[in-house]
């Protein structure tokens, strides 16, 4: 064996290999460029998938409620509509009956300034109070009661006192001022009264 073919030998022998246990090294051995997107874990893709599918399902949440408070406005609108004509229809019956009143009191005054008659004046008027306070009652409209009885602040106003008589006249009303009036269980207008006070 010559030296060079020794020296040869001795090379070959001192040389030794590398095995690389990195995993992504084999697999692309094209030595072209690798997506990221191809290298993401599975369970990377399986998160994606699902907040896509979140992100998906909270747009269709979304439509829906926006569809939603779209029927309900309409809804709502139209039921202020159907009441406002409701409404209308109250009022337009309760005017109806206003309006004679207004009429006879009109001619009341006519026929008094005519003939000077204030007799026929207050005939006139005291028919027409009589047929408006027909008009309320009616509709659901009383006059409070208050003398004789105990004191009530939810419907009566004490514009005076007096001192009471007797024991058991104190807190009670002994004069109506003014009436007051109530609308089924609502007070239109308290009565104003006369209270009894023990000294």
Request: charged share 40%; net charge negative.
């Amino acid at each position: 064996m010559s030296d060079e073919e020794k020296e040869k030998e001795s090379q070959e022998a001192s040389k030794f290999t590398v095995n690389d246990k990195r995993h992504w090294v084999d697999e692309d051995d094209s030595g072209e460029d690798v997506e990221l997107e191809e290298l993401v874990p599975t369970y990377v893709e399986k998160l994606k998938n699902e907040a896509e599918e979140k992100d998906k399902r909270l747009r269709e949440y979304i439509a829906a409620y926006k569809a939603k408070s779209a029927e309900t406005d309409e809804i709502r609108q139209r039921l202020q509509r159907e009441n406002e004509s409701k409404l209308d229809q109250v009022k337009a019956k309760l005017f109806s009956q206003l309006v004679p009143i207004l009429d006879n009191l009109k001619r009341a005054s006519g026929a008094a300034k005519n003939s000077g008659d204030f007799e026929s004046l207050k005939q006139g008027l005291d028919m027409t109070i009589v047929q408006f306070g027909k008009e309320l009652e009616s509709n659901g409209v009383q006059v409070i009661q208050a003398i004789g009885r105990k004191f009530n602040p939810s419907t009566d106003e004490a514009c005076m006192t007096v001192p009471a008589e007797n024991p058991e006249q104190d807190n009670k009303v002994i004069e109506e001022l003014e009436p007051g009036y109530m609308f089924k269980d609502k007070l239109l207008k308290p009565v104003k009264v006369k209270v009894a006070k023990a000294g």
